[in-house]
T-cell receptor, first 114, second 115 residues
Framework: AQTVTQSQPEMSVQEAETVTLSCTYD???????LFWYKQPPSRQMILVIR??????QNATENRFSVNFQKAAKSFSLKISDSQLGDAAMYFC???????????FGEGTQLTVNP | NAGVTQTPKFRILKIGQSMTLQCAQD?????MYWYRQDPGMGLKLIYY???????DKGEVPNGYNVSRSTTEDFPLRLELAAPSQTSVYFC??????????????FGPGTRLTVL
């Protein structure tokens, strides 16, 4: 079974600085999707970024980028120029290409200090 | 578009009571999902549907039932509420062709407490 591990329960960053959140996963599949979701105090799950495993190029969305290392099964999220509104719980998630189920990690609580 | 909507936002149930959590989406997505999120944890899949009239179990289906009579709606039924069902429930939807559903979009969640 696939598993997703986020080894950092909590992280903090100063406003305007850069922070990297870690995620590793375990799978025997060669084709799959990886996601980072943000959950602010409102509880809404918001898609931050998505990566297809067959793509070698790392995904980027404005201040958010990933470092996807397929061989190492690692998928870290980098947040540049951190803003107060980035404070939230961040979840890494995995999905097989042909499957319906998202497998989530346990989350990393990010605090942004002014 | 409203996206994915869920009602109610909060609910307190007594042990043994029943209720239905409502979920609707207006994006014409064929896939819909129900997840639960326990405190300090990620989400776990309860049930999902690949289209009207078709549902399947996820990781934690016990104690729940679903139906999908229309593309837009995917209600989740709790028949005999138990304290172990205290959780936040999320509905999600996605577009997909064949067996490859695309990115899932989530509703705002329903916080359920069973006392």
């Amino acid at each position: 079974a696939q598993t997703v591990t986020q080894s950092q329960p909590e992280m903090s960053v100063q406003e305007a600085e850069t922070v990297t959140l870690s995620c590793t996963y375990d799978t025997s599949e060669s084709d799959y999707y990886l996601f980072w979701y943000k959950q602010p105090p409102s509880r809404q799950m918001i898609l931050v970024i998505r990566q297809e495993a067959y793509k070698q190029q790392n995904a980027t969305e404005n201040r958010f980028s990933v470092n996807f290392q397929k061989a190492a099964k690692s998928f870290s999220l980098k947040i540049s120029d951190s803003q107060l509104g980035d404070a939230a719980m961040y979840f890494c998630a995995y999905k097989e290409t042909s499957g319906s189920r998202l497998t989530f990690g346990e989350g990393t609580q990010l605090t942004v200090n002014p | 578009n409203a996206g994915v909507t869920q009602t109610p936002k909060f609910r307190i149930l007594k042990i043994g009571q029943s209720m239905t959590l409502q979920c609707a989406q207006d994006m014409n997505h064929n896939y819909m999902y129900w997840y639960r999120q326990d405190p300090g944890m990620g989400l776990k899949l309860i049930y999902y549907s690949v289209g009207a009239g078709i549902t399947d179990k996820g990781e934690v289906p016990n104690g729940y039932n679903v139906s999908r009579s229309t593309t837009e709606d995917f209600p989740l039924r709790l028949e005999l509420a138990a304290p172990s069902q205290t959780s936040v429930y999320f509905c999600a939807s996605s577009y997909g062709s064949g067996s490859s559903p695309d990115t899932q979009y989530f509703g705002p969640g329903t916080r359920l407490t069973v006392l």
